[in-house]
């Protein structure tokens, strides 16, 4: 399949009592998907907003939305300075 080219939306959210290994593993998860899919060619279309939390106000807390771990990969993947990639 080629990729180069294609636009990718990850869409989707976990639910606010979700265990935090699942959803630690789920933004892991997304963010080597997009790390991928970059290397290959694609872009991607997200939005941008606040991130709802697993625990609200918590300070060990997870977003239960993917959009800031896919910005994250994308804005890693475009700064020059990273060797990650």
Known sequence: MIIKG???????SAKENIDLNILFYAH????EL?????LEGATFSTSISKEPLSISDGHSSLPIIFDWTILTQVASYYDLSNSDY
């Open 34 to 38: 997009v790390k991928t899919l970059l």
């Open 6 to 12: 294609l636009r990718v939306h990850i869409a989707g």
């Open 28 to 31: 892991e998860l997304v963010a």
